[in-house]
């Protein structure tokens, strides 16, 4: 080990910290803010205690669940429970590493990151799968379940509709994905690719188990699913994990479809704020599904995931690959 | 140097993962160190710079063939005593299939094929080169017919699955999500009007006694 490859490592480190933090008050403030939004929507007030406009409120939920007793049920299988949170967090933090907030600032810019992401997020099933099965408990296995179901149909239909975007940008690097975009809002993905963004934010919301289709946790129905058993920090870091997968899939949305920090208008100047008004708004959407939406069917979601979006998706991609081949092929690049 | 002891670290996870998913008594523990063994094996694929095939093996079987595999293993309610039954009547029959195997594969891995003079370690690829666009080029030209009759066959297998396991029950109802939506208020609800009916003063009668 000589003392470059030491200085690389030590510089990596200092990035993934400078990375990690501000995701996670971003996961914080966006417990906040979804307190907020929904508060306002049924005309509530929501959080407006701790601190001016409740502003301090994550702050002290963090404390109060670091605070509590994490509490390992007997009949539990001890070491797959503590493995399940982590299994959680840990895809949900490491596909941020090729997340590119502009066309230099990123982590690691790889030249397949688009198949990277998929791979990594496709691992976040596992926590929920164990830590279900691991509670000993059949409301938790019944989440697991329906959850493990659900996130391996739906992960079909993302699949399909990043197929879409990696012909359009005929590239699986993200940087160059959203450098295909460039030259004002039409020239966005999408715009050729309307269905399959549609699939890929709904199927985004699937993925997170968020509502409409939080039927892995059901709390009218199996109490809360998968993480029933779970206290204290140990569940807090599920919570941590749904909302840093919820703001990764609203980035992949924005670097995908909505041209990442590029700018509406191409005579304004690019930056990271297009990309963090773009990734606020879809994760707005996320907020909005929740407030409008009664909770889905169970069948009603693998009817939808696997009879709606799949074949959507499939005719979408046909179509793209042969719009290619005529005069009006630009349209679609 | 620093690669010869990444190669090292993954090996060793990959042998101890494998023995693991022999070894081990609960099938769910076993199920999970096969996890562990594909995405180690992912992490070797990745140091011999075949990313799109380490990142594939992580997709498909990590993160798919691997959750639907658990699934099933979850639900099985297994007797460990029943499964050990008659471990050494199967004994010899296992140690035969198994030398028969490690004679072929010493046949093959022997160095005739696979040794070092006929291989050779690969040599680094510029940094622009894309592991996937070449895999891509070779399926779709070189290999273009035997890959479509691997797909046509998968497509088969798919057919003669759900064939097989298709059981259409007479008596059980089904949802027609077009008929649904379209349902108006009219074919479910008919609202009646009618004059208030009074019990002959049971109701009143009743809450004041409860209040008293």
């Known amino acids: ?333 | 140097m620093y690669t010869t002891a990444i190669f090292y670290f993954f090996s060793a996870i990959l042998v101890f993962a494998a023995l693991r998913v022999i070894t081990v008594r609960n099938p769910v523990h076993a199920a999970l160190h096969l996890v562990l063994a594909f995405f180690t094996a992912a992490g070797l694929w990745m140091l011999l710079e075949a990313e799109f095939l380490a990142i594939v093996l992580v997709l498909v079987y990590v993160g798919a063939v691997m959750v639907l595999f658990l699934f099933v293993v979850m639900m099985l309610d297994i007797n460990l005593d029943r499964l050990r039954e008659g471990f050494w009547k199967y004994m010899p029959v296992a140690v035969l299939v198994s030398v028969l195997l490690m004679i072929e594969m010493a046949l093959i891995l022997g160095g005739r094929y696979f040794g070092l003079e006929v291989m050779g370690t690969p040599s680094p690829q510029p940094a622009d080169y894309s592991n996937t666009r070449a895999l891509g080029r070779l399926l779709y030209t070189d290999y273009v017919y035997a890959f479509e009759l691997a797909a046509v066959i998968l497509l088969v297998a798919i057919v003669a699955a759900i064939a097989l396991a298709l059981r259409r029950r007479k008596d059980s109802k089904f949802i027609d999500p077009a008929e649904q939506v379209k349902v108006k208020r009219d074919d479910r609800l008919r609202i009646v009007k009618m004059a208030a009916e009074k019990a002959p003063g049971a109701g009143i009668q009743d809450s004041a006694e409860k209040g008293a």
Do not use: C
Not at chain 1, 124 to 136: E, K, M, P, R, T
Not at chain 1, 230 to 256: D, K, Q, R
């Open chain 1, 1 to 333: 080990m000589d003392w470059a490859t030491i200085q690389t490592v030590v510089w990596t480190l200092v990035k993934i910290l400078a990375l990690v933090v501000p995701l996670m008050l971003g996961v914080a403030y966006l417990t906040y803010a979804e307190r907020k939004v929904i508060g306002w929507m049924q005309v509530r007030i929501g959080p407006n205690r701790v601190g001016p406009l409740g502003l301090v409120q994550p702050i002290a939920d963090g404390l109060k669940l670091l605070m509590k007793e994490i509490i390992i049920p007997a009949g539990a299988n001890r070491g797959l429970f503590i493995l399940g949170p982590i299994l959680a967090i840990a895809p949900a933090l490491a596909a941020w590493a090729v997340i590119p907030f502009t066309d230099t600032l990123v982590l690691a810019n790889i030249d397949a990151g688009l198949l990277y992401v998929l791979a990594i997020t496709s691992m976040g099933v596992y926590g929920v799968i164990i830590a279900g099965w691991a509670s000993n408990s059949k409301y938790a296995f019944l989440g697991a379940m329906r959850s493990a179901a659900q996130m391996v149909s739906y992960e079909i239909a993302m699949g399909f509709a990043l197929v879409g975007v990696l012909m359009a940008a005929q590239s699986l690097n993200l940087v160059d994905i959203v450098k295909g975009q460039a030259g004002g809002f039409w020239h966005w993905y999408f715009i050729p690719l309307f269905p399959l963004f549609l699939v890929y934010l709904i199927a985004g919301v699937a993925e997170t188990n968020r509502a409409p289709f939080d039927v892995a946790e059901g709390e009218s129905e199996i109490v809360a699913g998968f993480h029933v058993e779970y206290s204290g920090m140990a569940f807090a870091v599920f919570f941590l994990a749904e909302y840093a997968n919820m703001i990764l899939v609203s980035a992949l949305t924005t670097l995908m479809f909505l041209g990442g920090w590029l700018s509406p208008l191409p005579f304004l100047p690019d930056g990271i704020l297009w990309w963090l008004l773009k990734t606020g708004f879809v994760l707005f959407l996320f907020l909005w599904f929740r407030a409008t939406f009664p909770r889905y069917r169970y069948d009603q979601i693998m009817r939808l995931g696997w009879k709606v979006f799949i074949p959507i998706t499939i005719v979408w991609i046909v179509v793209v690959g042969a719009m290619m081949q005529t005069p009006y092929g630009h349209l679609f690049h």
